[in-house]
């Protein structure tokens, strides 16, 4: 098990998360600003220009992003 330190993925719950309908289901989704964000943080570092703070922030975001991953297939499963 490897440790890494991450932006806990709770802070983004009032102001970056949204429930979104998607074919009739409502799904867990980023906000588009955040969605843009972790997009920005991904480009960044496959270009290595990630600061350490950003680091920080993308591994909290990678990890909610794997979270509504989980929730979202359990709900389309139990649909």
Same mark, same amino acid.
């Given at each position: *098990? @490897?440790?890494q330190? *991450? $932006?806990?993925? %709770?802070?983004? @719950?009032?102001? +970056? $998360?949204?429930?979104r309908? @998607? =074919? +009739?289901? =409502? ?5 588009? /600003?955040?969605? *843009? =964000?972790? &997009?920005?943080?991904? /480009? =960044?570092?496959?270009?290595n220009?990630?600061?350490?703070? !950003?680091? @920080? !922030?993308?591994? +909290?975001?990678? &990890?909610?992003? #794997? $979270?509504?991953?989980? *929730?979202?297939? #359990? $709900?389309?499963? &139990? %649909?």
């Amino acid at each position: *098990m @490897v440790t890494q330190t *991450m $932006i806990q993925p %709770s802070s983004w @719950v009032e102001t +970056g $998360i949204e429930l979104r309908k @998607v =074919r +009739g289901l =409502r799904l867990f989704k980023f906000t588009q /600003e955040l969605q *843009m =964000r972790f &997009e920005t943080l991904i /480009e =960044r570092q496959k270009a290595n220009l990630l600061t350490v703070e !950003e680091t @920080v !922030e993308l591994a +909290g975001l990678t &990890e909610l992003d #794997r $979270i509504f991953t989980l *929730m979202n297939a #359990r $709900i389309i499963a &139990e %649909s």
